[in-house]
């Protein structure tokens, strides 16, 4: 059969329609997941990409030095350089001055041992940022374009730093991605601890006032979740036993002063 020249130019028009929702679909598909962004840490420095695509970023941290490593995302904004945002940490940090206001911690993966490999899901507008080891007072500046892209994935577990406690739900044995959000105003991180045998959280208080004696907690399986500035979260895997957990922050405020287990930031929480 010939097809008229109107019949043709429907047939077109329908095939063109088709194909555009096909790729349609598969743009939605795309933009469901978030951007993969390997780094890798040695013991010289981090390697990262120079560029990413917006909305959820899943920072793959590998660790092939032989020492601690680990990488906090912070955006440099108004143009600071990574140097600057080393100095006035470190003033805020170890010199107990004041955190600048430009100054914010996104999260990322916590310090990750030799030869072991973490995963953190952070959401980043456009714009500059750097990632910093801060066991290796190393960083990799990158640039984060385009507009839109993926939302950070749900989770059933959760934990939530406020001041100065923090609250948790659905934390289960294994290995499991959960959201960590910090529903404050002042920075935190959290280093997590399964408690011994028969110790409580007041063990863990009282050996936090006193340092004196044994910890009560089992040092030797401690995880880190890295920093978070008020109102910010990110998706982190995490590997937990069946048990209780110490949760606590040793950051101080942003005007400086004790770090935060000092004002009761430890915390027992369950693990089913």
């Not at 993966?109 to 980043?124: K, M």
């Not at 290796?136 to 001041?163: M, Q, S, W, Y």
């Not at 529903?183 to 063990?203: F, I, N, Q």
Request: a negative charge; aromatic letters at 6%.
């Amino acid at each position: 059969m010939r097809l008229t020249p109107a019949l043709a130019f429907l047939l077109a028009c329908l095939l063109a329609l088709t194909l555009a929702a096909c790729g349609d679909d598969d743009d939605e598909g795309t933009s469901d997941q978030p951007q993969v962004f390997e780094v890798e840490a040695t013991d010289e420095g981090l390697t990262a990409p120079e560029t990413v695509e917006s909305g959820a970023i899943e920072i793959r941290f590998s660790n092939a030095g032989e020492q601690p490593h680990g990488g906090m995302v912070v955006p440099l904004a108004d143009g600071r350089s990574p140097e600057e945002v080393e100095q006035a940490g470190e003033a805020w940090g170890d010199g107990g001055g004041e955190l600048p206001e430009w100054l914010r911690f996104l999260g990322g993966v916590g310090s990750v041992e030799p030869g072991g490999a973490g995963t953190a899901i952070v959401e980043l507008p456009p714009g500059e940022y750097a990632l910093f080891d801060l066991e290796g007072n190393a960083n990799a500046a990158f640039t984060v374009e385009g507009d839109g892209g993926a939302d950070l994935p749900e989770t059933d577990g959760r934990i939530e730093a406020v001041e100065y406690s923090f609250n948790s739900e659905d934390l289960q044995a294994g290995s499991q991605s959960v959201l960590f959000e910090n529903a404050g105003e002042e920075p935190h991180h959290l280093v997590g601890m399964p408690l011994l045998p028969g110790k409580t959280e007041a063990d863990v208080k009282k050996f936090i006032e006193t340092e004196r004696g044994q910890p009560p907690v089992d040092e030797s399986k401690a995880f880190e979740l890295a920093l978070l500035s008020g109102g910010a979260s990110a998706v982190v895997d995490v590997r937990l036993e069946a048990g209780d957990y110490a949760f606590l922050c040793f950051v101080p405020d942003r005007a400086g002063g004790p770090p935060h287990v000092a004002k009761g930031m430890a915390v027992v929480t369950t693990v089913e």
